[in-house]
């Protein structure tokens, strides 16, 4: 049972009990290697915005992993030790730029061929 009778417990229970709660909250204090401001990061943060999935698939795999091996359960990794050592700017450097919402597609289409 969790020990509510410190602030610290009380935070950490509730982020790992609402997970998405603290994925969003590392998403947006990431800067992604930009200084602020920065047009561009709202538009990385908004691509990591829908892949809470993707990484919570990891933490799980993560987790399960941890569990297999018979891991202490005070060692376990809780979610946001998992977030808190996530490459989210190396995961975003890695992305292409249309992944990035960066191409330059739109403003160049591709060029058509008129046949008479």
Known sequence: MANYNTFDDFYETMLEA??????MG???SQTFGRSLPDPTLDRARAGFRNQFSDVYNQ???QRGRELSSRTDPSKL???SSFLEKYPF???YSDMTPYQ???SRSRFNPSTRFIFY
């Open 18 to 23: 609402e997970p998405q709660t603290a994925y």
């Open 26 to 28: 590392a998403v947006g």
């Open 59 to 61: 933490y799980l795999g």
């Open 77 to 79: 990794t809780t979610f």
């Open 100 to 102: 990035r919402g960066t």
């Open 89 to 91: 700017t190396q995961r």
